[in-house]
């Protein structure tokens, strides 16, 4: 399955919270609070994407929410409108755990070691990772004899995390929370934050979280999808309830300024498809920038991502790619073949509902994590099942959902090939192989 991003949602995004954010005629930006009066692209409506139904929860209505994304032409955040509750779509049941892809882990084993040595980090420092999931990341400093904490709000997989024996707090991440744990005489000299910006409604009261936590001389670190690639690559299927962001450095480096940080290098990274890996210290502080910063603001702002113009057209472009898709399941199903799809990511949910399929265009959904295995894909109704269930079966065409783990997950399923069977994927564009 694929390594989708991380979960966190800071303290204070309960039911009253949610009340107070509800959709009005013409919301206000998350960040800014500008008018959004700005359409990025709608994708109609679908359940959320992590959703996952139990048998019986087939013989049940689902919910399903508008999702639909605009952009605020004062600070340039893309986000969702937002129609439910951040606690409602990450709930105690969470299914997604980070160790489950082997090239996640091998990208945090990475991030560990050059985060080590680059800040010199040792027994007296104190790495805090933000949505800290199963321990996959943190257990790399443990391993090092290097203090560490995890914040995770979601108990199952907090739960696997603290049978490493990683001390992690199950609690929403936000201001207030940072000064409970600051009370406590936590003070981080790194912070992580992997992939989770994008899911918290409230960024400013998240990013602030680390303005509290965070050394004087400390170091954070966030990695989100860079926006830039969703739009010249077509990553439609990003887009889902959970992800109420979608980040330009444009608009982080306004996020932070505004907490009393700053972001002082930047890196371009290949994960989820081209992410970002974005650099932070108290503003004033002792790293000295990085030349990086201002190449990347110049990229994006030459490639027009400060103007309206960038975000138009983007919805004719989804569309298509909507087409093309059901194309080919329908054209298979009429000569008789057989269409698996592999990884049950909430990228696949989303494709998948805005493109109508259901089970009779697509057999069955693999994944490799228990979790999954037994329910149901939201909204499609598509049964998550094992592995073993694409050797018994033999299907035609194997359809790769998480397509920014194409090559790993072609290669771990080479062996469709001695039936003649073949790879799809639909992003950026479909391609049979």
């Keep these: 399955m694929a390594p989708r991003c991380d979960r966190n949602i800071p303290a204070g995004s309960g039911p009253a919270d949610a009340a107070k954010s509800a959709p009005q005629d013409q919301p206000g930006c998350r960040h800014c609070a500008a008018p959004l009066t700005r359409v990025f692209v709608d994708l109609g409506s679908a359940p959320p994407s992590n959703a996952y139904l139990a048998p019986a929860d087939l013989q049940k209505p689902e919910i399903w929410l508008p999702l639909r994304v605009l952009y605020c032409d004062q600070c340039w955040l893309v986000q969702t409108q937002d129609f439910a509750a951040a606690d409602s779509l990450f709930t105690s049941d969470y299914a997604y755990f980070s160790s489950m892809s082997a090239s996640w882990l091998d990208h945090a084993a990475r991030y560990a070691e050059q985060m080590t040595a680059r800040f010199g980090l040792g ?45 992690t707090r199950e609690i929403f991440f936000g201001v207030e929370t940072a000064h409970k744990l600051a009370a406590e005489g936590i003070s981080a000299k790194l912070m992580a934050a992997n992939n989770v910006l994008a899911h918290v409604p409230d960024i400013n009261d998240f990013v602030g979280g680390f303005k509290v936590l965070l050394a004087a001389d400390g170091v954070a670190t966030f990695e989100f999808p860079h926006l830039l690639n969703l739009v010249r690559l077509n990553q439609f299927d990003t887009i889902y309830h959970e992800h109420f962001s979608y980040l330009s450095l444009l608009s982080v480096a306004r996020i932070m300024r505004r907490q009393g940080l700053e972001v002082f290098d930047v890196e371009k990274l290949t994960t989820h498809g081209g992410s970002l890996r974005v650099f932070v210290q108290h503003a004033g502080g002792p790293q000295q920038a990085s030349d990086a910063v201002q190449a990347l603001l110049d990229e994006e702002t030459g490639a ?41 990511a909430a990228k696949g949910n989303t494709f998948l509902n805005f493109a109508g399929v259901r089970p009779d265009l697509i057999r069955f959904v693999v994944d490799r994590s228990p979790g999954k295995q037994g329910r149901y894909m939201p909204g499609s109704r598509i049964p998550i099942v094992s592995e073993e269930t694409i050797r018994e079966t033999r299907p035609d065409y194997v359809l790769i959902l998480p397509w920014n783990l194409r090559t790993e997950l072609s290669d771990q399923l080479a062996y469709i090939r001695d039936w003649q069977g073949q790879f799809v994927v639909a992003v950026p564009k479909l391609e049979v192989f």
């Design 304 to 344: 027009g991502m400060d103007t309206p113009a960038f975000y138009e057209g983007f919805q004719n472009t989804v569309e298509g790619m909507k087409d093309a898709l059901l194309s080919f399941l329908i054209d298979a199903k009429n000569a008789g073949k057989t269409v698996a799809a592999y990884g049950a």
């Design 123 to 167: 027994k007296g420092s104190m790495v805090v990772e933000i949505a800290s999931n199963d321990g996959y990341l943190l257990k790399n400093f443990q391993t090092a004899g290097i203090p560490c904490l995890g914040v995770e709000p979601t108990a199952a997989v907090a739960a696997e995390a603290r049978k490493l024996g990683i001390e």
